[in-house]
Nanobody, 114 residues
């Protein structure tokens, strides 16, 4: 059974959109708040958005109004819809629980060109 597998990244022009997906194990998805994080080159990993079991969401100020986190309870998948992308959104994006587990998936690279 997979742990955390992110997908959906790619190269996009500024102003474009991407949808990231994270396939999580049932145990992780069903018992935790899930979240998306990102790490840009030379920077620390930061929390981007979180989704509680009851459906409440929290977003970093830098992505509010542009990103949307959602989940599919039947498939154990967490999504991150990213719109109006900016070059500063360029990073490797990871999903994990919040607080995070001690291990991470491979992440998915998002590159936004100006």
């Amino acid at each position: 059974q997979v742990g955390l597998v992110e997908s959906g990244g790619g190269l996009v022009q500024a102003g474009g959109s991407l949808r990231l997906s994270c396939a999580a194990s049932g145990t992780i998805f069903s018992t935790n708040t899930m979240a998306w994080y990102r790490q840009a080159p030379g920077k620390q990993r930061e929390l981007v958005a979180s989704l509680t079991r009851s459906g409440s969401t929290i977003y970093a100020d830098s992505v509010k109004g542009r990103f949307t986190i959602s989940g599919d309870n039947a498939k154990y998948v967490v999504y991150l819809e990213m719109n109006a992308l900016k070059p500063e959104d360029t990073a490797v994006y990871f999903c994990n629980s919040l607080p995070s587990l001690s291990w991470w998936g491979q992440g998915t690279q998002v590159t936004v060109s100006s």
